[in-house]
């Protein structure tokens, strides 16, 4: 049994959905199928999480949000879903990261690994089962590489590792790229120790100053694309019932790990995000991060903004989008409020058209348009009614990650919510913790870094000096 399924038990919800029928679009295949697990009784998926060398942006969000919502699906249907999301912590550009910023390698995937749940949590994204980080599997990855040399798909040449593509007569099935444009689109180095130039690394060698580890070739670190198959092989073995990420990853990222034997039955890929209109880059300076995006908006209103495309289409971000995101959710939350002295009872068959079209390959649209109906319906609602209409708006809510919190918070600012530090005291705070250093007093700031953190607030150390955000 592959590591991760140990200890797991069926719970009852997976009786409560029986009735649904799964149908998602399958990259593999380019048609929308029926979903069926190999294993009913415990459903696995992996997705590909970040590499952590900076802040979330929402082009990050958007893979973490739209597989949120199918994790909350499958559980619904299926109970047990052994769901996992990698963090990619030693990477060439975290290495360039702490070298830009004088900082250990381990403090800049820290930080960013902290900053990455504080974000995902304020868009109410559920944690996954398993996060994988590829430092703690490093013996795995050098067990994989072995294999895949002793089959004849990889060859040791200069210090590195790399996979020969025409060992492997089916590259290019799931991106059905063409095998000029697989070299074009891979960006790979055709460096002079290839034997063909569509070859990826699998292992590379690593100067002193670089992370690495002991392997049978010579002290290294490992390729990006065999960390995924290694660590999927680990915890659900294989092959797995879904596999998903951004599109950008189809090729060559998932592509080749295919090529490394990664099997799933569903290839599910969301669509890019650009940002009124144009594509997300550094040089537009138009790279929205959600740590920024939470300043201006609650993670609730990012998320229903997040939802309102179609996975599988580009999701073009604007204010207005965001605006009407955050019009929408105070209609609803209006509607629960003024409904907060009635009890809410079981409104599964109110909610069914919401779930149906989530269950329709994920239609969100379809979904949102649904609960803004309900909404609609339930402002003029009998009282008799009003219980399983209430029951029915949170039900279809939770689905879609919406609507779970007092509808009274909604209305309010986060300095005028109970328990929450306003600016002055996080500014007080700040100052403490910034003279505990001074003093070189770390476990007192360490202290006040908890504290902080347990109210919402992330902490970003640079050049002597503390910025803060809040985050949830």
């Known amino acids: 049994m592959p590591q991760g399924k140990r200890g797991i038990l069926r ?56 597989f949120d919502v199918l994790f909350r699906l499958l559980r619904r249907v299926y109970g047990n879903v052994l769901y996992a999301r990698n963090f990619t912590d030693v990477d060439d550009k975290i290495n360039a990261a702490a070298l830009a910023r004088q900082e250990p390698i381990h403090a800049i995937t820290a930080r960013y690994i902290d900053a990455y749940h504080a974000d995902m949590a304020a868009l109410g994204v559920l944690d996954p089962v398993i996060e994988p980080r590829v430092t703690e599997h490093i013996p795995q990855i050098i067990d994989l590489i072995s294999r895949l040399i002793a089959q004849g798909h990889g060859y040791v040449a200069e210090g590195h590792v790399l996979f020969h593509v025409p060992s492997y007569s089916s590259y290019g099935q799931l991106s059905r790229r063409n095998r000029e444009d697989m070299i074009a689109g891979a960006r790979v180095e055709v460096a ?13 060698p690593s100067p002193p100053e670089l992370p690495g580890w002991d392997s049978p070739w010579g002290r290294g670190r490992p390729g990006w694309h065999i960390e995924c198959s290694a660590m999927i092989a ?24 295919i090529a490394q034997g990664t099997r799933a039955r569903f290839w599910i890929h969301n669509g890019f995000v650009t940002v009124d209109g144009r594509k997300m880059s550094k040089s537009l300076g138009n790279v929205l991060l959600v740590r920024d995006l939470l300043a201006q908006a609650p993670g609730e209103a990012i ?83 009003a219980g399983a209409l209430k029951g029915a708006l949170l039900e279809a809510g939770f689905a879609l990650g919406l609507l779970q919190q007092d509808p009274q918070m909604w209305f309010q600012t986060p ?25 070189r007093d770390f476990a007192a700031a360490d202290r006040i870094r908890a504290e902080l953190e347990a109210e919402g607030i992330l902490l970003e150390d640079r050049s002597g000096s503390s910025s803060w955000h809040r985050v949830g």
């Open 415 to 439: 300095d005028d919510r109970p328990g929450r530090l306003d600016t002055a005291g996080i500014e007080a705070l700040v100052a403490r913790r910034a003279a505990a250093r001074a003093a």
């Open 11 to 66: 719970t009852p919800a997976a009786t409560a959905s029986a009735g649904l029928t799964l149908e998602f679009t399958n990259t593999m295949t380019r048609r929308k199928e029926a979903f069926r697990p190999a294993d009913p009784s415990c459903v696995t998926m992996y997705v590909c999480g970040p590499t952590v060398y900076n802040y979330a942006h929402i082009g990050n969000a958007r893979p973490a949000v739209v």
């Open 234 to 257: 680990h915890h659900l073995g294989g092959p797995i019932d879904i596999h998903g990420g951004g599109q950008d990853l189809m090729f060559p990222h998932h592509e080749n790990e």
């Open 303 to 385: 998320r229903l903004a997040l939802l309102a495309a179609h996975y599988r289409q580009p999701l073009d971000w604007s204010g207005e989008a965001l605006a009407r995101a955050k019009q929408n959710l105070g209609r609803l939350y209006g509607v629960l409020r003024d409904l907060k002295d009635v009890p809410a009872v079981n409104g599964t068959d109110l909610a069914s058209p919401v779930l149906a079209a989530v269950a329709d390959d994920l239609n969100t649209p379809a979904a949102l348009a649904e609960l803004l109906a309900l909404g609609k319906r339930a402002r003029t609602v009998s009282p008799n009614d």
């Open 192 to 204: 002079p120790f290839k034997r063909d130039p569509a070859d990826f690394v699998l292992w590379k």
